[in-house]
Nanobody, 124 residues
Framework: VVQLVESGGDSVQAGGSLRLSCAASGYTYVINNMAWFRQVPGKEREGVAAIDTGGGSTTYGDSVKGRFTISEDNAKNTVYLQMSSLKPEDTAMYYC?????????????????WGQGTQVTVSS
């Protein structure tokens, strides 16, 4: 079993920055992909950023490319999402997810472990 705990969500002004953290514990050796998803009530869950924990390859959703950066600290079993130039449309609940599957990327069904979510609110 893998447990994920997110932190770092907050309310910020447009143009501001935030860094989200996702700390993994338990059988973390089974993890091959980690990702951040976000969801707004009434809308579909959206893949934001994902990272291959073995090789370090990353991918980003089109709406956040150039503004968000996903990174990992393997020593701390933690994945980060650095968010810059935030926009009101970035407002959502952000979820961290972990997958045993190599190349899971934004296939939400491939992620067997999810955190509880952390709220990001961006005001104009």
């Amino acid at each position: 079993v893998v447990q994920l705990v997110e932190s770092g969500g907050d309310s910020v002004q447009a143009g501001g920055s935030l860094r989200l953290s996702c700390a993994a514990s338990g059988y973390t050796y089974v993890i091959n992909n980690m990702a951040w998803f976000r969801q707004v009530p009434g809308k579909e869950r959206e893949g934001v950023a994902a990272i291959d924990t073995g090789g370090g390859s990353t991918t980003y959703g089109d709406s956040v490319k150039g503004r968000f950066t996903i990174s990992e600290d393997n020593a701390k079993n933690t994945v980060y999402l650095q968010m810059s130039s935030l926009k009101p449309e970035d407002t959502a609940m952000y979820y961290c997810a972990a997958s045993r599957i190599i190349g899971a990327w934004f296939q939400a069904s491939s992620y067997g472990y999810w955190g509880q979510g952390t709220q990001v609110t961006v005001s104009s």
